[in-house]
């Protein structure tokens, strides 16, 4: 994969310095994400062309604003620099700061620095700082801080070509440290280098500072580290005060040198912005508008695109039954994975929308002042402000939701936002909502111009919130801790949403939607085309004889063949398990056709659709194709010839899947996040109660 | 003695020190040095959080951690 010995280098720098958007400059689509081995901290990575034809490796780091971690996504930084052997391990690191706020971007660079790896320091965002007439002197700047400065302006890509340059050159390693801790803690310092076998100083120093938390580092050698550090009074908390106090006092004296600014402080278009959107009245109401907006486009934007992805599939299937020999394969080929393709892809127009608005606001800075808006509401729930961003990122999906508290810190906090996030409605539920608001909410207009269907969805968005924001609630109370979280944040300042970060959002998460949700969905499809096409015992054996004997005298060959096949699914393998499940979920209004599904879609919700897509094609004639939407508003109740899907259902249904916690994957993640069965497994069976009772309600009320 | 917390909005200050040593490590990475000077420019509706305005940038936090930043003058 790699060209000759390939270089790996590193991207570092504070969140918000604009590395993520210079990453994607320098590897445009050929970055793949990963995890870093051991633990589920996103890796990206990606191949860059240097000019001179040759390329390297490169790695994305959590954005950190120094080198002691105050997330779990932070500790990967320190983990990769300090461990030589960590397979990350970088060959050359580039500090990414931004041009407009040098002093504290600075910290993280001379600490990178000081542990000896070849570095280049890139002032990104150099055009804000030239918008605010910063005078950089760049010359002297690099001979005081002894690195090799690129300028670049990741919103025109100026500055690129000089990079990658840089990147192929050598860089010299400067003998001295920026900052020299070895009077700090002489003895320590000594011995571990020595035990370590350490050349850096500052290395054998983040030693001492953070032992503890080195994953790589055995429990033998973490007492050895500790039993020194009492033997010599290292207090880490004094010697990370005093480091930081010298290395910004230094920093202070270069940037007076030379950066002349003309006034200090924020921007002022910054500043008015915030006036408005974190205002007592305008702050919520914006905030809740654009939760409004966000619904709204959802289902208006995507209704073309969706229809004509259902309507290609139907008329690919038709064509396939036309070309294809008559049998099993064919059938397995149009009803089973056709149908079942087509119950996922239909739903992409809708994610992508759903991924635009939320890379947006993150993008534009504003989801930081959401989190300020929110953060005392959410206390006095049990949350924190830094949930808002896992519960709304919880809209698109649980998993990367669930992985985005680990910035929270405080255990607390961080253990009720993964158990509540699994409530908000993501997109996988989506689909579900889609196809049964179709059924039973009437197309129409209130006030001319909200859309009755997109209220719905909406309410049904605000259940979701309202049963996280209860549950939190609850488990406030029930949770004992004596750690507390605490809350300093950067508000970044508003900047225009670059376009290619955003449309490189949507295409991965569509394409990992379509590939995960894809691969699950067609494997469940083939399945339960099985399932539902073979059957046991005689009633399915001799179907024929059964039919005719009960359709009498006086049929059409048509009559025959739909009472036939319903016969036959009744009896198959997937009616038996639906039979099985149907006295326990009559009293919510659901027939065993619907059991199927919900035994089905359990591993992922979005298969209820792929589901009741196989169920209805396999039960239905041949002669008709009509879209699955349609099929489920023709479907009769045998015994009564009323319509299965009624308000009372239709409704029941959507406040089940609102709640029950039908995705094995989340399951995974939240074993994997809490460490244990434990909080997964409770999380399970409450979130089932919940669902269950509800729909119960639900459907008592309705009918 | 006076906080950070005391500061109405659009008041500034200087840092002279702080009450609580470990989360002092974390608020001087991000720029709150003793000697510092600070404005604070948002409360949030609720009064609390507040955002100040530090080494050029907006730095956003609770009322409680703003009680722990000792404000000379």
Known sequence: ???????????????????????????????????????????????????AGTSVEIVDLPGTYSIYPKTLDEQIVQEVLLNKSHPQHPDKVIVVADASNLKRNLLLFTQIRDLGIPIILVLNMIDIADKRNLKIDLRALGIDLGVKIVTTNSHSGEGLDALKEAIGQTQAKSKRPFYEVEPLATEVISRISKKFDLENNYAAFQFAQQSDHLKFLSEEEKTAISDLRNKYGFDHNHTQSEETLGRYKH???????????????????????????????????????????????IFAWSEWPMDLIENSFASVTEWLKGVLPEGVVNDLITDGIVSGLAGVLVFIPQIAILFTFISLLEESGYMSRAVFLMDKLMRAVGLNGKSV???????????????????????????????????????????????????VVPEEYVFGFFNLQGLVLMGLYLLG???????????KFILKTKQRGYFVMELPGYKLPQWKNVLLTIYEKSKTFTFEAGKVIIAISIILWVLASYGMGDEFNNAEEHVKASLGQNYSEREYEIALNSYKLEHSFAGAFGKTIEPVIKPLGYDWKIGIALITSFAAREVFVGTMSTIYSIGASDEEEATIRERLRQERNPETGQPVYTQAVGFSLMVFYAFAMQCMSTLAIVYRETKGWKWPMIQMAYMTAVAYISALITFQIFS | MKTLSELKINQKGIISGFTDDTLAVKLMEMGCLPGTEVSVELIAPLGDPIAISVAGYQLSLRKEEALSIKIEG
Not at chain 1, 271 to 292: C, E, N, P, S
Not at chain 1, 393 to 412: E, L, N, V
Not at chain 1, 465 to 475: G, P, R, V, Y
């Open chain 1, 465 to 475: 919130f309202l049963a996280a924001i209860l549950s939190a609630l609850a488990m």
């Open chain 1, 389 to 439: 961003v896992p519960l709304i990122s919880g809209m698109a999906c649980a998993i990367p939701a669930i992985m985005a508290t680990r910035s929270i810190d405080g255990w607390k906090d961080r253990l009720i936002t993964i158990f509540v996030t699994p409530f908000m409605s993501c997109s996988a539920r989506l689909p579900v909502y889609t196809i049964l608001i179709g059924l």
């Open chain 1, 251 to 297: 920093i202070s004296d270069i940037i007076n040198r030379n950066v002349t600014s003309p006034v200090t402080g924020v921007a002022s278009l910054t500043q008015k912005i915030d006036r408005i959107v974190t205002h007592k009245v305008f702050g919520y109401l914006i905030f809740f508008a654009l939760l409004m907006l966000i619904f709204q486009s």
């Open chain 1, 1 to 51: 994969m790699a060209e000759k010995q390939g270089m790996r280098v590193a991207l570092i720098g504070n969140p918000n310095s604009g590395k993520t958007t210079l990453f994607n400059l320098l590897t445009g689509l050929k970055q793949k994400t990963g995890n870093f081995p051991g633990v589920t901290v996103d890796k990206k990575s990606g191949t860059c062309k240097l000019s």
